[in-house]
C-alpha cells in the first residue's frame, strides 16, 4: 500500500475573488514582492509571495472574466487554502482512498511564467480532500512538475524580511474534531495535543494549529468566524529576520500594526486582505 508523506507545508491561499488588483497593492504596502499576475489554464488568475520552503497565494479572477473555479467563486474571501507537499501525486491519491477518507480525482493544470529568455510553463497536479470535509475552504495537495519556475531566488527577497510562513491557524467550536481528519491523514500521532482545546500538527517549518475561536481572537484579534459550527482557516504566523526593519517599514509605508508583548507584530485581518497575520523573528513563538 501506498504511503502518504510525512506533512510539510507547501503554501496557503487567499482568496481574493475579483479583488486581485486591491489584494495585491495591500500586499505590497505589507512589505511583500509579489510575482508579476499570473494567469491559469483553469482561468483563474495570481500573485505568489516566495519564501524559502513555503508561499502565500493571492488567488481570484481578473474582473470581467469568468473562471472555471467554484472553489473560488462559492467560498468566503480570505484564508482558504491549506495545501501540503507531495511529489508522487497519483499514489497519494490512492493512499488517501485506502484510508477510508473521501478524495477527489487528481486535477491537473498550468500557469505560464515569463522568463527572460520566452515564457514557460508551470505545471501541476493537486490531490484535493473531499470538498464536505473542509468547510469554508480546501485541503489539498499540490504537485509541482517544474519547481524551479516556483521557487526563484529572485522571487524570495521581501522588504519586510519574511524568509516563511511558521503557523497556520484554524479556528473552530471544536478543534479536536478538527483535527481528527488530519490524524486520519497522515496517521496516528500526527496531531500533538498543545493545550486544551489546542493542537497542533508539525508541517516542515511550519504548524498547523488548532483552536477555539476565542483563542484565535486572543492570539490575532478579530478573525473571520462562522455561526453554523464549522471551522474556519484564519491566521498566519511569518518569520521575519528583523523585526525591527519590519516595524520600519511598516510605519514608512503607513501600516496599521500592533506590537504585542510578547514581541510580535500584528496585523489585523481587516488590513490584509481577510487575514490575520503575525509576524516573529527567529523561531515560532
Not at 497565494?57 to 473562471?67: H, M, Q
Not at 471544536?174 to 481528527?180: E, H, K, L, N
Request: some cysteine; hydrophobic content about 40%.
Amino acid at each position: 500500500m501506498s504511503r502518504i508523506p510525512a506533512p510539510v507545508l507547501d503554501h496557503v491561499v487567499v482568496n481574493v475573488k475579483d479583488q486581485l488588483d486591491d489584494a495585491s497593492a495591500i500586499y505590497r504596502k505589507l512589505g511583500f514582492a509579489l510575482t508579476a499576475r499570473g494567469h491559469h489554464s483553469l482561468g483563474s488568475s495570481n500573485h505568489l509571495a516566495i519564501f524559502g520552503e513555503n508561499y502565500l497565494e493571492l488567488l481570484g479572477f481578473e474582473r470581467g472574466k469568468t473562471a472555471n473555479r467554484p472553489d473560488i467563486v462559492n467560498a468566503p474571501p480570505g484564508l482558504s487554502g491549506l495545501v501540503f507537499k507531495t511529489d508522487d501525486s497519483l499514489a497519494l491519491h490512492d493512499a488517501i482512498q485506502a484510508r477510508g477518507i473521501a478524495v477527489e480525482p487528481p486535477a491537473e493544470f498550468f500557469r505560464p511564467v515569463q522568463l527572460p529568455d520566452g515564457s514557460q510553463d508551470a505545471r501541476f497536479r493537486t490531490v484535493r480532500l473531499g470538498a464536505d470535509l473542509v468547510r469554508n475552504g480546501r485541503t489539498f495537495f499540490c504537485h509541482h512538475f517544474t519547481p524551479q519556475l516556483v521557487w526563484r531566488d529572485e522571487d524570495r527577497q521581501h522588504p519586510n524580511g519574511v524568509t516563511d510562513i511558521v503557523r497556520f491557524i484554524v479556528a473552530s467550536p471544536s478543534p479536536r474534531q478538527v483535527a481528527d481528519l488530519y490524524e486520519r491523514l497522515f496517521g496516528p500521532g500526527a496531531v500533538e495535543t498543545a493545550g486544551d482545546d489546542h493542537f497542533r500538527l508539525p508541517a516542515g517549518r511550519a504548524n498547523v494549529e488548532f483552536v477555539a475561536p476565542a483563542e484565535a481572537e486572543r492570539r490575532y484579534g478579530a478573525v473571520a468566524v462562522t455561526h453554523d459550527g464549522s471551522e474556519r482557516f484564519v491566521a498566519l504566523d511569518l518569520r521575519v529576520q528583523s523585526l525591527d526593519v519590519l516595524r520600519e517599514l511598516f510605519e514608512r509605508n503607513s501600516v496599521a500594526y500592533l506590537a504585542s508583548p510578547d514581541g510580535s507584530v500584528r496585523v489585523a485581518a481587516a488590513h490584509a486582505a481577510g487575514v490575520a497575520l503575525r509576524f516573529v523573528e527567529g523561531g515560532t513563538q
